[in-house]
């Protein structure tokens, strides 16, 4: 593909609410990052993939909060019983593997209200 | 704890203006530093710094990583409207095993390129 696709770009929702959010990376591209990015605020990590697995899923704040890449292509960050703090852009990024230069989506902007 | 820090936070400058951001850093066992500029929501990638001293440019845009004293500088020279953005500079630091490649940032400048 041209370039890192997400979907929705715009998300609101209200508290409670279970979201979905996808991610399409560069064709060919192993690695995919998930970031969160808050008002004024560099982007933080969340989580990695290599392949199919979850290779660090350090960055995620809480159980709410998985995500999966089930043919290492496609990958859907799942949000549970959203709260109004989870509000932010979320950004995902692919590279050819890791180590190597991360190419950003244009995010998905998540309100909860 | 791994940082990233930028200065100045923001910055408004008038077209045909130099400017220098910055940005330091303290990683355990860091691997390289790059700089994305962030327009709307997705950062594009700028450039990647892995060795001391030695500076990249693409057209107006340089930088240049000190890893003796931790820091990078991000150059723009003549600088025009379409310059105005949030840059963002990002470490990847070796983790648990090795890197996963997972990047550390920083809070971004934002600037401003008035006509």
């Known amino acids: 593909g041209a370039g890192v696709s997400q979907t929705p770009s715009n998300k609101v929702t209200e508290k409670g609410k279970y979201v979905e959010l996808r991610c399409d990376p560069i064709?060919?591209?192993?690695?995919l990052y998930w970031y969160r990015q808050s008002l004024g605020q560099g982007p933080e990590f969340l989580i990695y993939?290599?392949?199919?697995?979850?290779?660090?899923d350090s960055g995620l704040p809480n159980d709410r909060f998985f995500a999966v890449r089930p043919e290492g292509s496609v990958s859907t960050l799942k949000i549970q019983r959203t709260e109004r703090g989870d509000s932010a852009v979320y950004l995902c990024a692919s590279a050819s593997r890791s180590q190597e230069t991360q190419y950003f989506g244009p995010g998905t902007r998540l309100l909860v209200l | 704890e791994d940082k990233v820090v930028q200065s100045p936070l923001s910055l408004v400058v008038h077209e045909g203006d130099t400017v220098t951001l910055n940005c330091s850093y303290e990683?355990?066992?860091?691997?390289?530093l790059l700089w994305y500029k962030q327009e709307k929501k997705a950062p594009t990638f700028l450039f990647m710094l892995t060795s001391s001293g030695i500076e990249k440019k693409s057209g107006r845009l340089s930088s240049i990583l000190d890893k003796k004293e931790l820091f990078s500088i991000l150059n723009i020279t003549a600088t025009q409207t379409g310059d105005s953005a949030i840059y963002l500079c990002?470490?990847?630091?070796?983790?648990?095993?090795?890197?996963?490649?997972?990047?550390?940032f920083g809070k971004g400048t934002k600037l401003s390129v008035k006509p």
């Open positions: 064709s060919g591209h192993t690695a």
């Open positions: 990002a470490v990847e630091a070796s983790g648990y095993g090795g890197s996963q490649g997972n990047l550390i």
């Open positions: 993939f290599q392949g199919t697995g979850a290779a660090d």
């Open positions: 990683v355990t066992n860091f691997r390289s």
